[in-house]
Nanobody, 119 residues
């Protein structure tokens, strides 16, 4: 049974930092892309960043470039999202997801972790 478990969310002030973690289990993810998405109240879910597990190539949404960094730890089967210089508009529930690189359809999702940036 595949499980993606996010952690690390919380309340932070404008300009602060948080590191989200996504612990993956239940299968081998070497042929998968791992992505972070977010959904703010009243808005649709949007893509934030992704990393190809094998090779480590990354891709970011324009609104987080230079502020967020996605990485993975193969030994821990965990993906991270380091978020710096946080803004109020970054407030959202952040989700981890996994997609086979052959399709890039995100078929596994975590339960989400809340990030709130206060001004």
């Amino acid at each position: 049974q595949v499980q993606l478990v996010e952690s690390g969310g919380g309340l932070v002030q404008v300009g602060g930092s948080l590191r989200l973690s996504c612990a993956a289990s239940g299968r081998t993810f070497s042929s998968y892309a791992m992505g972070w998405f977010r959904q703010a109240p009243g808005k649709e879910r949007e893509f934030v960043a992704r990393i190809i597990w094998s090779g480590g190539s990354t891709y970011y949404a324009d609104f987080v470039k230079g502020r967020f960094t996605i990485s993975r730890d193969n030994a821990k089967n965990t993906v991270y999202l380091q978020m710096n210089n946080l803004k109020p508009e970054d407030t959202a529930v952040y989700y981890c997801a996994a997609a086979p690189t052959a399709t890039m359809v995100y078929s596994y999702w975590g339960q989400g972790t809340q990030v709130t940036v206060s001004s």
